[in-house]
């Protein structure tokens, strides 16, 4: 790894991939954290196209969950949104959005930051071994998930102020009309409810 101080040093660019239906606080820590640890320049959220790991479910159109993303990260300078898997064809797989982004900013060093459930199911995910050559992986904690020990050295795990906030509770909270305030960004809250999302169960 680069020294942080050094001026000269490679764009340090995390990513957060997700479905984001919607984004909510557990992700923006998960961001925050991991940039001021590690000293990245920005973090990259990554909106996915059609999950393939809950293709059992109806997931919002891509464009929703992508708006709003942008307006949960509008307002921090260091987070911006990429579209790479939304606008490609087929179901997202992390070793295509890691290229597509390497191909992007060929200059960058890449920090992929995952939830320590997401980490526990890597090894399932599709090319796994030329997927470690393309970033460093960061492990955030997460409330009721156990942070996996991994024996890969491009791996790092970081303990986060536990937010026990899931999506899908998110989800459920607004078809029972309970409030989601402060648990997703107020603009979020405002978005889900202009487009009335979640309603129908
Ligand atoms: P869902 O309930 O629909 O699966 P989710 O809350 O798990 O939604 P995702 O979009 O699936 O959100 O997660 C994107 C990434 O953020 C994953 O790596 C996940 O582990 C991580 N993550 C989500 N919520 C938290 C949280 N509260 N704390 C830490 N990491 C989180
Ligand atoms: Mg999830």
Redesign the pocket.
């Given at each position: 790894m680069a020294d942080p101080k050094d001026k000269n040093r490679p764009l340090r660019l995390g990513v957060?991939?997700?479905?984001?239906?919607p984004i909510?606080n557990?992700?923006l820590?998960?961001a925050s954290e991991v940039a001021a640890e590690y000293d990245l320049d920005e973090v990259v959220f990554v909106p996915t196209g059609q999950p393939w790991q809950?293709s059992t479910r109806d997931v919002s159109a891509a464009e929703h969950r992508y708006l709003m993303t942008v307006i949960a990260t509008a307002s921090n300078p260091g987070f911006t949104v990429s579209r790479v898997d939304i606008d490609r064809e087929g179901a997202t797989y992390t070793h295509d959005t890691l290229l597509d982004l390497r191909a992007e900013r060929p200059e960058a060093e890449l920090f992929f930051?995952?939830?320590?459930?997401?980490?526990s199911r890597i090894a399932s995910w599709k090319d796994i071994d030329q997927v470690w050559d393309l970033a460093h992986f960061v492990g955030?904690?997460?409330?009721g998930h156990v942070l996996p020990e991994l024996h890969q050295e491009n791996v790092s795990l970081l303990e986060?102020p536990a937010?026990?906030?899931?999506?899908?509770?998110c989800?459920g909270r607004v078809a029972q009309g309970k409030p989601v305030w402060y648990l997703v960004p107020d603009g979020v809250v405002q978005y889900i409810a202009k487009y009335g999302l979640y309603t129908e169960s």
């Open positions: 957060m991939g997700g479905t984001f239906d909510h557990g992700h820590v998960a809950k930051i995952t939830g320590a459930d997401a980490l955030v904690s997460r409330p986060i937010l026990a906030i899931s999506s899908t509770d989800r």
